[in-house]
């Protein structure tokens, strides 16, 4: 491939909504248009771009459903109706999806400008909710193109049997994985509590210089971990200060074309960021309670393996990382993944992740690969990754970019390296589980006191020609139990599984 076709991001911008009053705020075609108008004018050439632009793509936003708001908002913009207009699929992992698919349509020849937005307007309307204020918000919109999706959008993200067990949300299956893996590594309930911490301190730090932050506060590492009044814990181990922070005022956008449309433009080479190479990857095992090990996550060492084979470096090639971070577990497992030491002097983060900086739906990798851009653009012999996660640490993707050309060209004859994750079968979980088993994986959510309500057990049974078969189950409402699960490790612990004809239920209580 010609050198000319070679795939830059050219203009990026973020947003971060302070206004209190839910009828001052923009609305979301206005959001969208001014943070996407922005990226233009960034790259230099403004207004003028969206007449050569040939592809939109949009992340839905939440709580807002026009008839096709991507084709609001590219109206508004004054981009052809010819161009391909199209919204994405949920899932925070699609930010870097549509870096990966728009580079290797640029490089295709199939796409000359495209430019990607995404953005959360959720705080407002929550205010308006609360205030009981109705919004005035678009609702129209041609209908061409309104089903047109970009993005696998067909797979549920959670099976029958985790609904009918309560295992919906992150909040829940998130700290499943982080139980499992802190066994795995032989860690201590303390010194697993100072490791979550001391990581997640750096991320504050980070988020706290960052002008786009959603909260803009440098917290120490005892504060993060520490169960307080204010930072009451939610699903063990995690307290607030560890959870990602979804309802923000939040958008970003970003601006692909080719070296050869970039000087066409004329776009200063000093704006101009490299896309080396991508991959995305998706478990095997798709549902949670699936997962053959809890303490692993093959497709996400997929993504990150692949991508940087096809940028032709190695990971300690990479200068500055942005590692999805809803839950610290996802920071933690990609280093697990990519051999990386948890306190590797690296920074895992350039915008402060999503507890700090602010978790917008499906768009973070919006802020993410617009604040990766700006420190590329400042220190550009730099190489770094974005990553992106989406559902339960189901599905992922991964970028490598640079503010200078990639040796070797842009041509990669070997491909991705082979998939791991398409040799870890499913481990499905009995329906109707009786017997003796182990736990392997496990949470206590708390109320909103900081008073433990419920267990989340995903284990496996012993013996009796069950042995090795996986269930799922919740523990029985008994306070003493919760509080004991939440004293000392319980991965291993061995218990009594049985089914709950009155709830359909499987109900775990551990001996």
Not at 138 to 162: H, L, W, Y
Not at 399 to 418: E, I, M, N, T, Y
Request: with cysteine.
């Amino acid at each position: 491939m010609s050198s000319d076709r070679a795939p830059v991001f050219v203009g990026v911008a973020q947003y971060v909504g302070r206004e209190t009053d839910p009828t001052a705020a923009p609305d979301p075609v206005t959001m969208m248009a001014d943070v996407a108008t922005r990226a233009a004018y960034d790259c230099g050439v403004g207004q003028p771009l969206f007449a050569q632009v040939d592809t939109y793509l949009q992340i839905p936003l939440a709580y807002w459903t026009p008839v096709n708001g991507a084709g609001l908002v590219a109206e508004r913009l004054g981009i052809d109706r010819r161009a391909q207009v199209q919204h994405t699929g949920g899932g925070g992992e699609i930010g870097v999806l549509a870096a990966n698919h728009l580079a290797t349509e640029i490089m295709a020849g199939r796409t000359e400008v495209a430019v990607m937005a995404g953005g959360q307007i959720w705080k407002t309307f929550e205010r308006a909710k609360a205030a009981n204020v109705e919004l005035d918000w678009p609702s129209g919109g041609n209908p061409n193109g309104a089903d047109d999706r970009f993005g696998d959008t067909t797979k549920p993200m959670v099976s029958e049997i985790e609904e009918r067990h309560g295992l919906t949300r992150p909040i829940q299956a998130y700290p499943l994985f982080e139980n499992a893996l802190r066994a795995a590594q032989g860690m201590t309930l303390a010194e697993h509590a100072q490791r979550l911490g001391e990581m997640m301190t750096e991320f504050t730090a980070v988020a706290a210089a960052n002008p786009y932050a959603w909260f803009p506060t440098e917290r120490s590492a005892e504060e993060l971990s520490t169960p307080t009044p204010e930072n009451r814990m939610i699903g063990f181990p995690y307290t607030k200060y560890l959870n990602a922070v979804l309802n923000t005022d939040q958008a970003g956008a970003y601006v692909m074309t080719s070296v050869a449309k970039a000087r066409e433009l004329g776009i200063p080479e000093d704006r101009w960021v490299y896309w080396w190479g991508g991959h995305n990857a998706a478990e095997e095992a798709w549902f949670a309670s699936t997962r053959p090990n809890f303490a692993e996550c093959p497709s996400m060492k997929d993504s990150s393996v692949g991508a940087l084979s096809q940028a032709g470096v190695g990971v300690d090639d990479i200068a500055l990382f942005d590692f999805y971070s809803c839950f610290p577990v996802a920071v933690r497992m990609a280093c697990a993944m990519l051999g990386i030491d948890e306190l590797d002097p690296r920074p895992f983060t350039v915008t402060g992740g999503l507890p700090y900086a602010g978790g917008p739906g499906s768009a973070y990798n919006m802020n993410s690969i617009a604040a990766m851009v700006e420190q590329l653009r400042e220190d550009d012999r730099s190489v770094g990754m974005v990553t992106g996660n989406g559902f339960f640490m189901t599905k992922h993707a991964a970028a490598v970019l640079s503010a200078r050309p990639k040796q070797g060209g842009w041509d990669h004859p070997d491909g991705p390296p082979p998939s791991a994750a398409m040799d870890t079968a499913p481990a499905i979980p009995d329906d109707s589980a009786t017997g003796q088993g182990r736990i392997e994986a496990y949470t206590v959510m708390h109320d909103r006191d900081g008073q433990p309500t419920t267990g989340y057990i995903c284990g496996r049974l012993n013996g009796n020609g069950n042995e090795g078969k996986r269930f799922l189950a919740n523990t029985p409402e008994d306070p003493d139990l919760l509080k004991d699960l939440l004293a000392s490790e319980a991965v291993g612990r061995p218990g009594d599984v049985h089914l709950d004809n009155a709830t359909n239920r499987s109900v775990f209580t551990p001996i």
